[in-house]
Every structure is written in structure tokens, then in C-alpha cells.
């Protein structure tokens, strides 16, 4: 079983050019434009957030996962800029098994700039030496091949492409999952 405390205090984790901090309520304008741009949310089945109310609802969602330790997300700014950018995280923790599910988006704007990679190295860090997972995984649409790149760039194994087994917005979406284990990190 996992120990898992995010709240004392909450991690926040460095890298050469990011900081991954705790989203806050102030973050609403961004999650809003992260969350209702069809760009960022092409290979993710869930509705448009139309609105900053709805933005509000997704981050009182991260929040109370965090508070209750059954999730933890950060907000990616670079270093010199406060602004969030991009939410990463570990999803649908399974303390049983010592296994996570990673998530991540970014604004269009940002890239193709290896920050969505910087930021996945450093949450995998704290995921195997802090929260000691044993394993971490990754649910992509198959047709994210940017998705995928980072993936493999970062030793994770494809383990199974699901054919049509989500139903969103009139239609089946493949999903095919990605896995590392914690002996294969580097």
C-alpha cells in the first residue's frame, strides 16, 4: 500500500526550465483556455469547458483529489512566468497495486518545445522515489502520435490498443494504454 500525503506541504518540483506548482483558483482563466480549446482537447473525450465556472469546477476537482490525497496535479509555468501553461499529474491512483495514471496537456502555443517531456521526467521522479509507485501508466487516443513520441521517448512499453471501447460525442474511440515499471525508469 502507498503512504501518500500531497498537502505537507504541497511538492513543488523544479526543472531547468519549469516549475510545477499547485494549481490555485487564480489558474481559472487558463484551465478555461486549456479546457475549451478544441486544439488542446482533440484526443481527449470529454466536453469543452464553455465557460469559467465550468474551468472552476475542473480545478475544485483537482483540488479536493489532492486534499484527499487520491490525486495530485501541478500547473506547469516556466520558471520566469508564474502563468499556467499546462496541468500534469497522476490520475486514478491505485494504491493496491502502487500504479498511477499519468495526464498531461498543454497549450498549443507551447509545443513542440520538449516542456510537456521536462515535466514528465520530473513527476515520474517524484512518483517512483516519493510516492514509491511500482508502476505508472498512460491511456492515449492512438491517433496522438505527439502523445505517443514523449511516451516512448521517456521508456514507457505500449501494453494494448482497446478498439472503440469509449463512446463520446456520437462516436467509439480506440484508446491504447502505455505503461512503465519502475525498474525500466532511467
Known amino acids: 500500500m502507498l503512504n501518500l500525503n500531497f498537502n505537507n506541504p504541497f511538492p513543488v518540483i523544479e526543472t531547468p526550465r519549469l516549475m510545477l506548482r499547485r494549481v490555485a483558483v487564480e ?7 486549456l479546457r475549451s480549446h ?9 466536453p469543452l469547458v464553455k465557460s469559467t465556472e465550468e474551468a472552476l469546477e475542473h480545478f475544485r476537482m483537482i483540488d479536493a483529489k ?13 520558471k520566469n512566468d508564474p502563468m499556467l501553461i499546462g496541468i500534469i499529474g497522476h490520475y486514478r491512483i491505485q494504491n493496491e497495486n502502487q500504479r498511477s495514471e499519468i495526464g498531461y496537456m498543454l497549450l498549443p502555443e507551447f509545443h513542440r518545445q520538449g516542456i510537456t517531456n521536462e515535466a514528465i521526467q520530473a ?3 517524484y512518483g517512483f522515489e516519493t510516492m514509491h509507485l511500482h508502476s505508472v501508466e498512460a491511456i492515449i ?3 496522438n502520435i505527439a502523445s505517443e513520441k514523449v511516451l516512448l ?6 501494453e ?6 469509449e463512446y463520446f460525442d456520437g462516436k467509439f474511440w480506440d484508446t491504447v494504454i ?9
Open 153 to 158: 521517448k521517456n521508456n514507457f512499453t505500449k
Open 160 to 165: 494494448a490498443h482497446i478498439l472503440e471501447n
Open 38 to 46: 478544441p486544439e488542446t482537447m482533440r484526443y481527449i473525450p470529454r
Open 66 to 78: 489532492i486534499e484527499n490525497n487520491e490525486g495530485i496535479n501541478w500547473a506547469i509555468t516556466l
Open 178 to 186: 502505455y505503461s512503465l515499471l519502475k525498474r525500466n525508469f532511467k
Open 27 to 33: 489558474d481559472a482563466e487558463q484551465i478555461f483556455a
Open 123 to 125: 513527476i515520474l521522479v
Open 141 to 143: 487516443d492512438p491517433r
